[in-house]
C-alpha cells in the first residue's frame, strides 16, 4: 500500500515505535508462541497503575466446560454504579490479554468513572468458535446476575466494547443475548471490528500487504478460529450479517480506520443496522491503519475525545 496515505503524524509516531508485525509462519503453524509473547510482555511491561483505580481478577465458570474464564476488573475509587462496560480484547482470536490494554482501561475507567470488566477470554486454536464467545456470554450473565453483589454495579444498562477480533466478539455476544431474552445491553461499541469471513471486501483485496493487519493475517485468524472445515462457511455467530434480528439490536458506535482491510466490513454491518432502523454512528477515521489506537497521535487523541465522550 501507498504508505503516504497514513496520516503524517500518526506515521511519524509509527515510526518511532517498536514493530508490531505479525511473523507468518509463527501465526500459521505455531501460534502457542505468540501467546507466549502475551504473556512474557505482560509480566515485563507492567504498567503503572494510577491511584485511585481499583483493578483485580475474578474468575467465573465457563458453562461451556466447566473451566475458569478470567475477568479483569478497573474500578475507580468514584465509579458511577451505573456506568458498567464488557470489554472485549483484540488479537485475531489467537493472541492478546486485557492486560495489553491496561493503558487505555485505566483512561477510560479514569474518565467515564465507569467500572470495567476486561474478559480474559479463551483463545484459539485450542478453544477454536464457540467458545470464545460463550465465554464472552457467560461474562455477560454473571455482570447480569452476580454484579451487583460482588462489585456493587447496576447491570441495567450495559456497554459492550470490543476491538478488532474483539470487536466480534462484542457483537456476536449482543446477537446472543437479544435471541436470549437478555435487554441488559444498551449500546455496542465496535473497534474496527472483524465481521464476517467472506474476506471478499473491496478494503480486505486492496490491503493484501498493510502494515499492523492484512488479508494474509485476517485469513490465518479465521482458520484458526473456525477450523479448516468451517473457515469459507456462513455460521450464526461467526458471519455477523447472518442474522435475523437486527431491529432488536441496541444502539450501536463503529469505528473504521480509512486504511484498514476491516474498514468495509464495519461500513458494512453499519448499513444493516441502519436498514433495520437502529440508532447507529458510524465513523471511518481518515489516514488511519488498523490498532492506530496504540499509538500516540494527534489523530489518536481526537479519538480517544470521541470515544471517551460516547461512553459516557
Do not use: C
Not at 498493510?210 to 450464526?236: C, M, S, T, V
Amino acid at each position: 500500500m501507498n504508505l503516504n496515505r497514513i496520516d503524517a503524524d500518526l506515521k511519524l509516531s509509527l515510526d518511532n515505535s517498536p514493530s508490531f508485525e505479525l511473523d507468518l509462519d509463527i501465526f500459521r503453524n505455531t501460534p502457542e508462541i505468540l501467546q507466549a509473547y502475551g504473556e512474557e510482555f505482560k509480566k515485563n511491561n507492567p504498567y503503572v497503575r494510577p491511584d485511585g483505580i481499583n483493578v483485580r481478577d475474578l474468575f467465573i465458570q465457563s458453562s461451556e466446560d466447566g473451566q475458569e474464564i478470567r475477568l479483569h476488573i478497573y474500578q475507580p475509587s468514584d465509579f458511577h454504579k451505573n456506568n458498567v462496560i464488557l470489554y472485549f480484547h483484540g488479537g485475531g482470536y489467537v493472541f492478546g490479554t486485557p492486560e495489553h490494554g491496561d493503558g487505555q482501561m485505566y483512561r477510560i475507567a479514569r474518565e467515564t468513572k465507569a467500572t470495567i470488566i476486561s474478559v480474559d477470554y479463551r483463545l484459539a486454536p485450542k478453544y477454536k468458535f464457540p467458545i470464545p464467545i460463550q465465554d464472552g456470554y457467560d461474562a455477560l450473565i454473571w455482570t447480569i446476575t452476580k454484579g451487583t453483589n460482588e462489585l456493587n454495579i447496576d447491570p441495567a444498562a450495559i456497554t459492550v466494547y470490543g476491538a478488532s477480533a474483539g470487536g466480534h466478539l462484542a457483537a456476536a455476544i449482543t446477537q446472543m443475548a437479544i435471541d436470549n431474552g437478555i435487554e441488559n445491553i444498551k449500546h455496542q461499541i465496535l473497534l474496527y471490528p472483524v465481521i464476517h469471513n467472506k474476506l471478499t471486501t473491496a478494503s480486505m483485496e486492496e490491503f493484501v500487504d498493510a502494515p499492523l493487519w492484512n488479508k494474509r493475517y485476517a485469513e490465518i485468524a479465521w482458520l484458526h478460529f473456525l477450523g479448516k472445515q468451517n473457515a469459507d462457511k456462513r455460521i450464526k455467530y461467526a458471519d455477523l450479517t447472518f442474522y435475523d434480528q437486527f431491529q432488536k439490536l441496541p444502539k450501536t458506535t463503529i469505528i473504521a480506520s480509512e486504511l484498514d482491510p476491516l474498514r468495509d466490513e464495519g461500513i458494512e454491518y453499519a448499513q444493516l443496522l441502519y436498514k433495520a432502523g437502529i440508532r447507529t454512528e458510524l465513523w471511518v477515521v481518515p489516514g488511519a491503519l488498523h490498532i492506530f489506537d496504540f499509538f500516540p497521535s494527534v489523530l489518536t487523541e481526537k479519538f480517544y475525545n470521541f470515544l471517551i465522550d460516547r461512553l459516557k
